[in-house]
């Protein structure tokens, strides 16, 4: 047990879905999970494990922003013995060429966050994704037929940035796909620790075309997400 986590050594596999969503945790688990039992409702992140395709797999909502997710990826790591661990999100559009319900795997992350920043000194670390899942999910979604982007995902820690638009401009012009709030950290802390991490979203609003889904759809439609996701896992 942690202060944030009730489970018991063992309660987890050692492949972890991270949405930051509890709800979708919740659904990721009653939806596609094969004999899902909870392990953590502290604080309502819910946590489940089950198994998919006959293979043991776990799912933990981590909340919103790079400073929850560290603590749930410390936690998992040195208490519960994750070792592959993939985020399953939402971002949002800075891509006109991204759509709506497009997949945006992250091959590495650009952040504000001064978890990143003020770890390396005069260096600006580039967190990257495990290549082998990479390759894996990529592979998957391409033989799926899945509208699939990779590259660099903007974490930021501010949600409603007082410019918009104009505060991605930089990273627009440098090929930035997507914002969230997550990614940079997970992939810091994967370096770290010796893990294998991977970032899948769903784009569910488009900062440039103002497409967007609603909070229900947000919530639990995102069915190619989270299948890939648990392939992956599983075949990692």
């Known amino acids: 047990m942690t202060p944030h986590n009730e489970a018991k050594p063992g309660d987890y596999a050692e492949a972890i879905l991270l949405p930051g969503d509890p709800l979708r945790a919740k659904w990721i688990a009653e939806t596609f999970f094969e004999a899902p039992r909870q392990v953590n409702g502290v604080r309502g992140c819910f946590g489940y494990t089950g198994t998919w395709k006959g293979k043991p797999v776990s799912v933990q909502a981590t909340g919103m922003g790079q400073p929850t997710l560290a603590i749930y990826v410390h936690e998992l790591i040195h208490s519960y013995g994750m070792k592959v661990a993939i985020r399953v999100g939402t971002c949002g559009g800075l891509a006109e060429k991204v759509k709506v319900r497009d997949l945006v795997i992250a091959q590495g992350a650009s952040t504000d966050s001064g978890i990143v920043r003020e770890a390396f ?18 592979a998957r979604a391409e033989a799926a037929g899945l509208p699939v982007h990779v590259g660099n995902m903007v974490s930021s820690d501010i949600f409603y940035h007082a410019d918009g638009l104009k505060a991605y401009a930089a990273l627009i012009a440098h090929g930035a796909l997507a914002v969230e709030m997550e990614c940079a950290v997970l992939y810091l802390l994967a370096a770290r620790f010796g893990i294998r991490a991977l970032t899948i979203c769903a784009m569910t609003d488009s900062l440039v075309t103002h497409e967007e889904l609603s909070a229900a759809d947000r919530q639990s439609s ?11 896992a599983v075949g990692a």
């Open 222 to 232: 995102l069915i190619d997400m989270a299948t890939l996701a648990l392939d992956v």
């Open 121 to 138: 000194g005069p260096y600006g670390f580039a967190p990257l994704a495990d290549f082998g899942l990479l390759r894996d999910a990529v």
